[in-house]
């Protein structure tokens, strides 16, 4: 058994999970794998923590001196939030030689190019599986397991909160406000959700996805991001009636044009596999030349599940493997141009619901202007008046360029054809 | 770029997906991390294949010793069938200092002991990503991205030919054996299906993921094997109105006494995750301690998939990274006594359908021997006499141990109660 002294730079929820993980099912590491891993030193915003966990005998400061000194220390599990100060720790540590294992997927996204550079210089690994969809290993699944099969498209859930606000919304009929309020309660949402409902989470997921599926250098720029925070109970039961749910998915799709990149609530017809990746889940499908289609499902945040991929991580790199993979793979420090595709040429299956005055001419109107667009249309119903002379027609389009469908939808609602804004939606 | 001459042995389906995929998609690899893969030398016992594929500049002869004395080959692809004489390659290949890849299942699970202690010897590698569901990382997951998680259990699909002639039973109402035509016209099937339909197969794998979840020594023996060969419409439709699937599960479950391994046909309530796996996909549902409920879904055969795998492996020993792996885990040479679990200590809840004379006092006297044995009854079901005066008795039992069962059901076929050996499954 080889003992391995850690730094832990973040005692919150996740540093939690690391300790309690350790001392709890410590011994399944060391059966397996004859490694008896240690968190030695703690570095904390706020060392009264250990009022309420201990620390393992653990030395715990506020210094990040107290890690990057110590000599004995390789590697460092960084668990700072945010993305300016929390790439400054990191920068830190790797300028003291200290492999780093985080699972900030903000910081990574934002700042990957300089941290990912920084690190090969210095020649040490920044290891991330803990920063995309918790348990599941997909970083490692996209990297490894796919190397030799070339990934077309990946769609995913990659933000437990959201998910679990569009299951309750569903199947519990709840309002948007009242799931949320549920998921702060359950602690599956944070005190200020904003960057997981507007889909800010799940885009920085999706750019190291994204990254690594495609070698490419991704930013936040090149992603189009749509949250959930305007999904109302009249959308959810409108896909209901098209066998479909609501999810907010992130889209990779390489097409001869370019890449497509988006995170958007989504249609996701009933027998689609993410369809039935529900609550707090997170589900990945990947679309792959040789391998075909794979699903990996799983718990994609909270304490112990992240804490598992952070010590797989660990693991990997205490063994020396994960720095085979860093100096290896060319997606840490890539700077190959990359072709993205405008979203005028995203070519998908749409859904718009219009919300017309009860006259005559409106539906004869809203389908000249589509067929006008080059917009062919699958599907549409028209719903019974409600008692303002409002009502309510549905189309869903064959897959078609977003640019047509677009401009489409913005001459029908100029020509006044429409009382209020037109609700869209992407279909998977 | 780094060049890696490569040996193959075994040129079939697989093999011809290996050359396929490195001649339409190597550049995928190359991009990704800088390995040029090139299949140098191939041995095979029909060298008549190279009429009907390229052999991409390959030599191509008869002899092993083309690829064993060739010093320029580091890595061997190793896609022999069957068990003694694949093992008796795969010793030679060690012997000679060639790190392994292999897709051969049977080989691992019968000789694992001899060839992992071999290989561990000679300080070379023996990969077999590919032997377990195809292209599925599956291996990686649970050796690396669970490695902090302790499993409690695993349930899984692991043989797409039973699963695609349990799906076309299902959904098509195809018999037994116009499904098994079937799956033999598409491919799915071999000529010779004995060992994909009774369950042997499915063992082989299991026996490979048991022994890298707990790190034990598994061996056939220590798993209680049925096949899919009895099952009939009858039972696809009593699964049907109980709201289930059945699918051939593997299953191995870490209880405090001991360790259950079992290749069963299941009943799969429709909640289920796997109960979603239908044709000829594999998939792989662990529960595990910290990262809770974990599920993988894909391709489990065929040319390109399997390939997909074998590459993946290659990439893994040609960095150097699987030669890591192999000198820490313990499960390659772990001599851990196991404590298996009896049949008749196994807590499950079963099915049994009895075929009864249409007599009174029949229900009476099974729910008596029933009580008697300590069976629990969750639900009873009678079904109206046939016109040769035989009824059906479907119960479905709460959680119990199996011993009760079994010896509850001997009990009621001796007493004559019933007309036919009764139908039992397992329920997941």
Redesign the interface.
């Known amino acids: 058994v080889q003992r391995c002294a850690l730094g832990l730079i973040g005692w919150g929820t996740v540093g939690g999970?690391v300790l309690d993980?350790l001392a709890?099912?410590g011994a399944?590491?060391r059966?397996?794998?004859?490694?008896d891993l240690a968190v030695t030193r703690i570095v904390t915003r706020d060392p009264g923590r250990a009022r309420t966990q201990s620390a393992a005998g653990a030395t715990v400061g506020t210094d990040l001196r107290l890690i990057l000194d110590d000599p004995a220390i390789g590697t460092v599990i960084h668990l700072v939030g945010g993305t300016d100060v929390a790439r400054d720790i990191c920068l830190a540590c790797i300028a003291a030689g200290k492999h780093v294992v985080t699972a900030n997927k903000a910081m990574l996204a934002v700042h990957g190019d300089a941290i990912f550079a920084a690190a090969a210089a210095k020649g040490v690994g920044i290891a991330f599986?803990a920063a995309v969809a918790g348990?599941?290993?997909v970083i490692?699944?996209v990297?490894?397991?796919?190397?030799?099969?070339?990934i077309t498209g990946i769609s995913a859930i990659l933000n437990g909160t959201c998910n679990y606000i569009l299951t309750r919304m569903e199947v519990d009929e709840l309002s948007y406000t009242d799931a949320l309020a549920e998921a702060q309660r359950l602690g599956y949402a944070e005190a200020d959700p904003t960057i997981d409902v507007d889909g800010t989470d799940t885009a920085h997921k999706l750019a190291l996805l994204a990254r690594i599926a495609f070698?490419a250098r991704i930013t936040m720029a090149d992603i189009r991001i749509e949250g959930i925070q305007n999904i109302s109970f009249q959308d959810i039961e409108s896909a209901r009636t098209m066998g479909a749910r609501i999810k907010l998915i992130a889209a990779a799709r390489q097409r001869p044009e370019g890449l497509e990149l988006r995170v958007a609530p989504t249609l996701v017809p009933y027998e689609h596999?993410l369809a039935?990746v529900s609550r707090n889940f997170n589900g990945i499908h990947i679309d792959?030349?040789?391998?075909?289609?794979?699903?990996?499902?799983?718990?994609g945040a909270?304490a112990?599940?992240t804490?598992?991929?952070v010590?797989?991580d660990?693991?990997?790199v205490v063994?020396?493997?994960y720095q085979?993979?860093s100096s290896?793979?060319?997606?840490f420090t890539t700077t190959a141009p990359l072709r993205l595709l405008p979203e005028t040429e995203e070519v998908t299956s749409s859904y718009a619901r219009f919300q017309v005055p009860d006259k005559p001419g409106i539906l004869a109107g809203i389908t000249n202007l589509l067929s006008q667009h080059g917009v062919s249309v699958q599907s549409i119903h028209q719903g019974q008046p409600d008692d303002r002379q409002c009502a309510t027609i549905e189309v869903v389009t064959h897959p078609l360029p977003g640019g047509s469908f677009l401009t489409a939808i913005e001459a029908i609602d100029r020509q006044g054809l429409t009382i209020k804004p037109t609700v869209t939606l992407r279909r998977l």
Do not use: K, M
């Open positions: 999970g993980l709890r099912d399944v590491i059966q397996r794998c004859g490694l599986e348990a599941i290993p490692a699944a990297r490894d397991g796919l190397v030799a099969s070339r070698t596999p039935d792959s030349v040789a391998a075909g289609a794979t699903l990996l499902v799983g718990q909270g112990l599940p804490a598992s991929a010590l797989a660990v693991v990997d063994t020396g493997r085979l993979t290896r793979f060319n997606f």
